[in-house]
């Protein structure tokens, strides 16, 4: 169990955390993003609990011509649309755009996003969060910065370096203690 107060922010990844994602392809439409099952029941339990959820998502589509800016924030804005009217928040979404490379400073397991994240919020106190990813580099990104770091996985991955794995989203509530 991991005790937490107000002060805690809460980091997700967005593709294989939120929504389903797409093995080899892009979300590149509204159409395409699907919810993937208990989010939408568990984000209201931790907006209760965190007064900061923060999306930090690599999104290489816009590089590769494939999504426009506008078009991610379409897709961005309806998600945290449909997340408001079930009861739940996201308090912003922050994405890296580029190609892989190790130069680029936003593109997680670099952390930039979380940098730019705390500019905004500056009451974020990385060891005072949680990261919640799908990938390697999601465990190494909450890692750098001395985050929890909460891996779903839904098979017999390698835990990758995380603290705690789960085999879905609804299992996190499991592991906070709120005082």
Same mark, same amino acid.
């Given at each position: 169990?991991?005790?937490?107060? !107000?002060?805690?922010? /809460? ?11 797409? !093995? +080899? ?6 159409? +395409?993003?699907?919810?993937? &099952? ?7 339990? /931790? @907006?209760?609990?965190?007064?900061? #959820?923060?999306?930090?998502?690599? +999104?290489?589509? #816009?590089?590769?011509?494939?999504? *426009?800016? !506008?078009? /991610?924030?379409?897709?961005? $804005?309806?998600?945290?649309?449909? #997340? ?7 308090? @912003? ?11 680029? &400073? ?7 996003? @979380?940098?730019? @994240? +705390? $500019? ?7 060891? &005072? ?14 890692? *750098? /910065? ?11 991955? !390698? ?5 705690? $794995? ?14």
């Amino acid at each position: 169990m991991i005790d937490i107060d !107000e002060s805690w922010t /809460l980091f997700l990844d967005r593709d294989g955390v939120i929504n389903k994602k797409i !093995e +080899q392809s892009y979300v590149l439409t509204w159409e +395409q993003f699907d919810f993937l &099952k208990d989010v939408l029941e568990t984000l209201p339990k /931790l @907006a209760k609990i965190f007064p900061r #959820i923060i999306v930090v998502t690599n +999104q290489q589509c #816009i590089a590769k011509g494939l999504l *426009s800016h !506008e078009e /991610l924030n379409e897709i961005h $804005q309806n998600m945290m649309n449909i #997340i408001e009217i079930n009861g739940g928040r996201i308090d @912003a979404v922050y994405y890296a755009p580029d190609l892989a490379s190790k130069d680029n &400073k936003l593109r997680k397991p670099n952390n930039g996003m @979380a940098l730019l @994240a +705390q $500019q905004d919020f500056p009451a974020i106190d990385f060891s &005072k969060s949680i990261m919640v990813g799908d990938s390697f580099s999601d465990m190494q990104f909450g890692k *750098s /910065l001395g985050m929890t770091t909460f891996l779903i996985a839904s098979n017999e991955k !390698e835990n990758m370096d995380a603290d705690y $794995q789960i085999s879905g989203f609804s299992e996190l509530i499991n592991h906070l203690k709120f005082n």
